[in-house]
């Protein structure tokens, strides 16, 4: 046996006898470790014209009615919808402050569908006095069920005099657009 093939013969054995060529260690197997996310953070908004209470809201993670204060939630990025049974009002970037300006998209406090949210909200508030705050009764929402508004429309007045006639509310006709914004 040359000692080339002895060499190889003994380190193979040697090999062999060890387990395998290496010291073995046992690690204790540690799990990883478990990564927890933050609750997401729930924000305040109000909506006013003059603060509204009961204006119903929906965001992706959030529903309700708002408070007497106004006061709905959301959380960032978010849009929300605010309604009156089913007359629904744009979709708008959830914020802290939103105004029916906001909600139509535009600077204009007499572009048509503004004056036209704004004297809805105010014909159906429950005493008529808006400036000690704007209260939906929950009547118009039920009344609302089923009714599709378009606040540009010729015919809103038309659209929504059942639900103010209705509603049990202060007014039982739709306000003017003059009352509406003094």
């Known amino acids: 046996m040359s000692v080339k093939t002895f060499y190889v013969s003994f ?16 690690t204790p197997t540690t799990p990883p470790p478990t ?3 933050p609750e997401p953070i729930v924000y ?3 909506f006013i014209d003059s603060a509204v209470e009961n204006l119903a809201y929906n965001t992706a993670t959030q529903t309700g009615n708002t408070s007497n204060t106004g006061e709905f939630n959301y959380q960032i ?9 089913d007359i629904t009002f744009p979709e708008t ?3 802290a402050l939103l105004t029916p300006l906001a909600v139509f998209n535009t600077t204009d406090i007499n ?6 949210m ?7 508030d429950t005493d008529g006095n808006a400036t000690n705050g704007i209260q939906i009764p929950d009547i118009a929402h039920a009344l ?9 429309s010729d015919q809103f007045d038309d659209q929504v005099a059942s639900v103010i006639e209705n509603s049990g509310g202060y007014y039982q006709t739709l306000i003017s657009a003059q009352e509406a914004n003094y």
């Open 35 to 37: 990564v927890t996310q």
């Open 93 to 95: 970037p959830a914020l």
């Open 11 to 26: 380190l193979l054995i040697a090999l062999v006898s060890c387990g395998g060529g290496g010291e073995s260690t046992s």
């Open 44 to 46: 305040q908004g109000v």
């Open 111 to 116: 572009h048509a569908s503004v004056v036209n």
């Open 77 to 85: 990025n978010e849009n929300v919808i605010f309604s009156i049974g």
């Open 144 to 152: 609302a069920t089923g009714l599709t508004v378009d606040f540009s």
């Open 118 to 124: 704004l004297r809805l909200l105010q014909s159906l």
